[in-house]
């Protein structure tokens, strides 16, 4: 079945750095690849996604990238803010697979500091 | 209406109780989901419904019982839980059935078992 690695578990950046964020996977069928944000109590929230036919996609100060070759997609938010902190998940599904079958990975504790 | 919500927010319960959670979402979306989520650990799917009909268990155990009762409603029935069941119970909802729709969260119940 799909396997999806994220790293770092943790990453501490300075207000105004970029924050990169990085997960593979082990099923090359899989097309579709979400990234959610978790605020402390709160509920987890889509805040950028991409499909397999594209290789980035951008949104403000957010942007993914897709590497199907290397099976490995990354999130950068650039111009970092306090609003920013949270944990993110990537997540990764597969054509044809069981609808629901979002395979997450382990989180990335995000903090930036003032 | 662009949310899924969740009644309650939190529910403290003793082993023997009898209890339910609630779910609704008015987007019109026809795939509805239960996940579990542990602190500091990704959301672990337990149930999906698609038009209604459960689609897919994750090998739940039985003091689970999801109902869904309408397009628009999920309930999860909980009877003789264990305190390690206590957990961020998570509701989601996306417009289709296919592994590669979009999962919108609701803001969870916060379940205690004693």
């Known amino acids: 079945g799909e396997n999806v690695e994220q790293h770092p578990s943790t990453l501490s950046v300075q207000e105004g750095d970029s924050a990169v964020i990085k997960c593979t996977y082990s099923?090359?069928?899989?097309?579709?690849f979400p990234w959610y944000k978790q605020e402390l109590g709160k509920r987890p929230q889509l805040i950028i996604d991409i499909r397999s036919n594209v290789g980035e996609k951008k949104d403000q100060r957010i942007a993914v990238t897709l590497n199907k070759t290397a099976k490995h997609f990354s999130l950068h938010i650039t111009e970092t803010q306090p609003e920013d902190s949270a944990v993110y998940f990537c997540a990764a599904s597969r054509r044809g697979g069981s609808q629901g079958n979002l395979i997450f990975g382990k989180g990335t504790k995000l903090s930036v500091k003032p | 209406d662009t949310e899924v919500t969740q009644t309650p927010k939190h529910l403290v319960m003793g082993m023997t109780n009898k209890k339910s959670l609630k779910c609704e979402q008015h987007?019109?979306?026809?795939?509805m989901y239960w996940y579990k989520q542990k602190a500091k650990k990704p959301p672990e799917l337990m149930f999906v419904y698609s038009y209604e009909k459960l689609s897919i268990n994750e090998s739940v155990p039985s003091r689970f019982s999801p109902e869904c009762p309408n397009s628009s409603l999920l309930n999860l029935h909980l009877h003789a839980l264990q305190p390690e069941d206590s957990a961020l119970y998570l509701c989601a909802s996306s417009q289709g059935y296919m592994s590669t729709d979009t999962q919108y969260f609701g803001p969870g119940t916060r379940l205690t078992v004693l």
């Open positions: 987007m019109g979306h026809r795939a």
């Open positions: 099923d090359s069928a899989s097309n579709y």
